[in-house]
């Protein structure tokens, strides 16, 4: 009588868009097309809090894509709270963003065929995931490299240890010399962890593969 409560749910067509390319394992990290996400969030629950904001940008022949950045507010039911405090956006303003299930339609769309990319990138994949869910129904198969992870391998590598709070993405940042952001605003954390990335990528071997970069961002 319950057979049907067991049944799989069929595949979203948005899931099914999204993992009918996926990037080759085996394939030159040099050689693979990356697209890098930051969420601004109400809190680090995925299950009680929501994502308020997004950017990203998209990573090609090892350049970034300045006409693929991408800013978007998202609408949210409930206020943000203390979260204001980190992110600077506010409930009224978040009105005019668009619906969580129109930003990933369309984040989904830009990221088919590309390496997720994120610095700490627990919180991106868990939101990301949780937002599928709700959407969804069920989550796709993601492949995200955390910068945050990369990074401290090339430190431990080097026999060299760190804090914690000098793995921040600004602290990475500054200890590269590379040029500083505006924290906690989506697209800004997005444009300098692809900054980052770069930088961990033109300092590995030619010849390593995606799956030299996902072993070391586990």
Avoid at 11 to 37: F, G, M, N, T
Avoid at 146 to 172: H, I, P, S
Wanted: charged share 20%; net charge positive.
């Amino acid at each position: 009588m319950w057979s049907w409560f067991r049944q799989a749910q069929p595949v979203h067509q948005k899931i099914r868009q999204y993992e009918a390319v996926r990037p080759d394992k085996s394939a030159r990290a040099l050689d693979c097309s990356y697209l890098v996400l930051d969420f601004e969030t109400t809190g680090l629950d995925p299950a009680r809090h929501h994502i308020v904001s997004a950017g990203w940008v998209c990573i090609e022949q090892q350049r970034i894509l300045l006409n693929s950045a991408r800013y978007q507010l998202v609408r949210t039911q409930t206020s943000v709270g203390q979260s204001a405090l980190i992110h600077g956006l506010h409930t009224p303003e978040l009105q005019q963003g668009m619906e969580l299930h129109e930003l990933l339609d369309l984040l989904l769309q830009q990221a088919q065929g590309r390496v997720l990319v994120s610095h700490h990138s627990t919180l991106e994949l868990n939101f990301l995931r949780q937002a599928c869910l709700y959407c969804y129904g069920r989550t796709a198969r993601f492949r995200m490299l955390d910068t945050l992870r990369l990074e401290l391998f090339r430190l431990q590598l080097q026999g060299r240890l760190v804090a914690q709070n000098k793995l921040t993405l600004a602290a990475c940042l500054e200890r590269r010399q590379l040029p500083a952001i505006t924290e906690h605003q989506a697209l800004s954390d997005a444009f300098g962890c692809a900054q980052l990335f770069l930088a961990q990528l033109k300092e590995r071997d030619s010849g390593s593969t995606l799956a030299d970069l996902l072993t070391q961002s586990r």
